[in-house]
């Protein structure tokens, strides 16, 4: 049984699980080269909450779903087959990836360089200060993003702006809206917008 038909009779039968690849398995300069990935600074955090407190402007958090699973492998990685998964006859087999795994060295930088690409896409300018904040380069009412990994943040004094960048990142990841900010990288976030304190 191929492992096309196995993950078929996984999906009938309701069972769930996540194929997670053995990273530490993995050699330098074989299986990878690079797995640096930057994430937002704090002070870019506290920054943006206390211009978003000062000017009323919207903050909107959202996750990215399975963020890993997002990029392909910039390499040949092989992986020894699945617990559970018969190899066809002819001899022990072995799975070349195609896209990133959890587990894998570099699934972070790849993740990071796949969002960073898309972001940049969207007309969207990094930051000089911090390269996970990326500013609106378009319209007269300023959209900024924060990236902390799958997390992310959307300030703007417009709901519809947000709405739309919103709406954007949902159709090109599978997205979970969180709504306005509530807790954020173990924040616990109170609004009292009429007096603008955070």
């Known amino acids: 049984m191929g492992l096309q038909d196995q993950t078929t009779i996984w999906r009938r039968n309701s069972v769930h699980a996540r194929l997670v690849i053995r990273g530490y398995e993995q050699i330098p300069g074989v299986?990878?080269?690079?797995?640096?990935?930057?994430?937002?600074?704090?002070?870019?955090?506290?920054?943006?909450?206390?211009?978003?407190?000062?000017?009323?402007?919207?903050?909107?958090?959202?996750?990215?779903?399975?963020?890993?699973?997002?990029?392909?492998?910039?390499?040949?990685?092989?992986?020894?087959?699945?617990?559970?998964?018969?190899?066809?006859?002819?001899?022990?087999?072995v799975c070349k990836l195609c896209k990133s795994l959890y587990g894998l060295k570099q699934a972070p930088r790849l993740w990071y360089e796949h969002i960073d690409n898309f972001l940049r896409s969207l007309g969207l300018l990094?930051?000089?200060?911090?390269?996970?904040?990326?500013?609106?380069?378009?319209?007269?009412?300023?959209?900024?993003?924060?990236?902390?990994?799958?997390?992310?943040?959307?300030?703007?004094?417009?709901?519809?702006?947000?709405?739309?960048?919103?709406?954007?990142?949902?159709?090109?990841?599978?997205?979970?809206?969180?709504?306005p900010i509530r807790q954020f990288l173990g924040l616990e976030i109170e609004r009292d917008r009429e007096n603008r304190i955070l």
């Open 31 to 93: 299986d990878f080269d690079e797995t640096f990935t930057p994430v937002a600074k704090l002070s870019s955090l506290r920054m943006l909450l206390a211009l978003a407190a000062i000017h009323d402007w919207e903050i909107d958090q959202m996750d990215v779903v399975t963020a890993f699973l997002n990029p392909e492998v910039d390499g040949d990685v092989y992986m020894a087959m699945p617990n559970g998964v018969e190899a066809p006859a002819g001899g022990p087999w």
């Open 126 to 179: 990094q930051s000089e200060y911090d390269p996970n904040v990326y500013i609106s380069a378009t319209g007269l009412i300023p959209l900024i993003l924060l990236l902390y990994v799958d997390d992310i943040l959307l300030f703007s004094e417009s709901a519809k702006r947000v709405s739309q960048l919103k709406k954007l990142l949902d159709a090109e990841y599978k997205m979970t809206d969180l709504g």
